[in-house]
């Protein structure tokens, strides 16, 4: 089985033949479809995450065709297409998930960190961790939305009921939710790196109704700022643009040191909050809504051999939307 393996962070992903998995109870062997490349595998490659499961097949936003089902696992056939995200497994038993927050679970198993992922032509998945993909989207199209479209809608959730909108970092997260929120009526301002002229252009024809400058202040006072950029400098940025009562969200895994900042940015009842992970209601509600609201993606397709390279343009800003890996 070719496949994409992480030997040590700090270094390039190897070309690797690894022997075909085998599905064990309650699992599904996979033929992988498509697979995203997420600015988490990035965080992953790079060391910026903790002790990943080292060697390791990266890649956690994965469409495929179910090939083999192991002893317990009758959610799914072979035959049928399923999606795999980054959650890839939790206890079910600790106060978090007895709670309805499997996502803070401490024991959680994450696909593409400790769980092998999609940067290969096979992988195994638990089946109450999979869902079925809708067939009004093709396999490269689904695949951001497995982890982009799942954590933007996740990130959305926690901003309530805000009409003005400010997204701060225009990729493959927020062109997503960028669509779902104007859905729902909401206004769309959003926040680009310092002069991307083309991501701005990008973000005005998916509904903006202003697009500038992550260093800008917006035409109005957001009633709420999601920010998918991992650049801690954008917090007190999107609070000193964010209403009285307002929310800034911060919807990435790793972003770098917050600056300290004033207090009176955060007075006035203002709120900051991170979001972590996904749960599987998550994914339920987001893929069912998505084909409804019209959500479609924007990809730029890379072979599987190529995926240092799909990494390295999305280290440096050089995709409009998402990558995807066909194996």
Known sequence: MRAQLLTATGRPLAAADLPRPRPTAQQLLIAVRACAVCRTDLHVVDGELPQPKLPLVPGHEIVGTVVEAGEGADRFKPGDRVGVPWLGWTCGTCAYCRGGQENLCDRARFTGYQIDGG?????????????????RYGDVEAAPLLCAGLIGYRTLRMAGEAERLGIYGFGAAAHIVAQVARHQGRRIFAFTRPGDAEAQVFARSLGAEWAGDSTASPPAPLDAALIFAPVGALVPAALAATRKGGTVVCGGIHM?????????????????????????????????????????????????????????????????????LVP
């Open 256 to 324: 770098s040191d917050i600056p300290s900042f004033p207090y009176r940015l955060l007075w006035e009842e203002r709120v900051l909050r991170s979001v972590a992970n996904l749960t599987r209601r998550d994914a339920e509600e987001f893929l069912a809504l998505a084909p409804e609201a019209g959500v479609r993606t924007a990809t730029v397709t890379y072979p599987l051999a190529d995926a240092n390279r799909a990494l390295a343009d999305l280290r440096r800003g050089a995709l409009q939307g998402a990558a995807v």
């Open 119 to 135: 940067y290969a032509e096979l992988t195994v998945a638990d089946q109450r961790y999979c869902f079925a993909i809708d067939p």
